[in-house]
């Protein structure tokens, strides 16, 4: 989402660049580790304004691609600060405090950012629903999820995972394997395909992770002969994989919306997902994919087996899907909203000079 904002502003007309590769994001809460970074944030910006004075390249606005507890935007706060220029942050948003509230002075911090931008842009209720606690409602901007298809490259496979199942719906899944969500998404997966063992299936699967091990021991035994695990792959692959099959099946659990989902809908493939979080903001049930109830497994299953079951409704959706992408969540569209969110706060920020 980085890249394709980075792009939309491009595409809007901006002299738009990637002001620094510092990181602001750690692992660990404690207060040197934050000092730390404020010192860095700090050396930072002072090197970039010193480049841009001697450069005559003073920038007019900072636009922060996803403040959160953390990763505070300290470079941003700084530099807007020293130079008075407006800022702008897209996908603001807030983690697990921890269990005895280790990340509080952090989550202080992107406040502190977020609350200092003079507009907020989110692309979830979820998102909108926490920054409002802190900020006016004029100082929040809706704007949806969208993707860039000319960024998404593919790159050739080395052989077709399907090959051997010709006559099987091509389900494909991709995800991180790691504990927490993922991992409940895949139980979720596994747990509806051991339903559905009488249906012609066969599902590849890429992704890798620390918890691959205890991710394919959830899936049923008899069924490893109908599961190809491909690994983790380059986003090319993933693209190409996309290309050839019938189904995207990633449950999401708790996804902030998932961009697999808009994906696989630029290649015109349709996702089986549960109705959760933000993933209805990426995939319209009936439109551009089928959406189950969550935490119900029977649900799940029998939503794939309805898309299994009916090449129809396949295709219907998958047409469905290329156009939502095309018509409603492209590149084009995402920049003119931009520019109009950008231009209405660089014109306040000039009359309040």
Known sequence: MARMLLN??????????????????????????????ITA??????????????????????????????SPDWLGMEICER????????????????????????????QRGIAMADMNIVMTPADYDYVSTFIAPEKIARMDPFIDKDLLTESPLVSDPW??????????????????????????LASALSRLKSKNWYLVIAGGGPGREEIEAAFDPTLKDRIHFAGEVDAGTVISLMGKADV????????????????????????????NMGVPLVV???????????????????????IIEDPALRRHLGQGASNFVTNERSASTAAKQLKKIIDQV??????AK
């Open 346 to 351: 660089i014109v306040n920020a000039g009359q």
């Open 248 to 275: 995207l099946a990633w449950p999401g659990c708790r996804e902030a919306y998932g961009m697999v989902y808009l994906e696989a809908a630029s290649r015109g493939v349709p996702s089986v997902a549960l109705d």
């Open 41 to 70: 944030a700090k050396e930072e910006a002072n090197r970039l304004i010193e480049q841009w004075v001697s450069e005559g390249k003073r920038p007019d606005l900072w636009f922060c691609y996803h403040p959160y507890d953390k």
């Open 8 to 37: 939309a502003l491009l595409r809007a007309g901006y002299d738009a660049f990637l002001a620094s590769r510092l990181i602001t994001y750690s692992k660990r809460h404690g207060p040197e580790h934050m000092q730390a970074r």
């Open 284 to 306: 319209v049930d009936g439109k551009t994919g089928l959406l189950a109830v969550p935490d119900d497994p029977d649900d799940y299953a029998r939503k794939l087996d309805q």
């Open 163 to 188: 090959a051997d199942s010709p006559d099987a719906v091509r389900l494909l899944t991709v995800g991180m394997m790691r504990p927490g969500a993922k991992l409940d998404s895949y139980r979720t």
């Open 83 to 110: 130079l008075n220029i407006p800022m702008i942050t897209a996908e603001p948003c807030k983690t697990g405090q921890g269990p005895n509230g280790e990340w509080i002075p952090w989550r202080t911090e992107a």
